[in-house]
């Protein structure tokens, strides 16, 4: 089982901009594939944006769209979640997660992702 470590949660203002980061292991491969999924109070967990395992496609869930952008450095075993003019409903426990599969195209679909991370809490409040 992959361990994942998340970090770069915390509370912004609306309008504000955030940053998480989730770190893979050693056994973490290039070509995986990385997903963010988040999860508010009393919702279920819903996908967010997810990048295929050769970097080439990602996709996003409408509500994020030219808001949030998806990134990796491969280099560094890391995956990214830049978040900009932040919404209230945004705030959710922010999960990354990783797969084998899904190499050339990525789907948001929680089934898909077997590693996950332990969530970072973002809260959107003034």
């Known amino acids: 089982q992959l361990q994942l470590a998340e970090s770069g949660g915390g509370l912004v203002q609306p309008g504000g901009s955030l940053t998480l980061s989730c770190a893979g292991s050693?056994?973490?491969?290039?070509?995986?594939?990385w997903g963010w999924f988040r999860q508010a109070p009393g919702k279920e967990r819903e996908g967010v944006s997810c990048i295929s395992g050769n970097g080439g496609s990602t996709e996003y869930t409408d509500s994020v769209k030219g808001r949030f952008t998806i990134s990796r450095d491969i280099a560094k075993n890391t995956v990214y979640l830049q978040m900009s003019d932040l919404k209230p409903e945004d705030t959710a426990v922010y999960y990354c997660?990783?797969?084998?599969?899904?190499?050339?195209?990525?789907?948001?679909?929680?089934?898909?992702?077997?590693?996950w991370g332990q969530g970072a809490p973002v809260t959107v409040s003034e």
């Open positions: 050693k056994l973490t491969r290039d070509d995986y594939a």
């Open positions: 997660a990783a797969t084998p599969i899904m190499f050339r195209v990525c789907v948001l679909r929680t089934s898909q992702f077997e590693y």
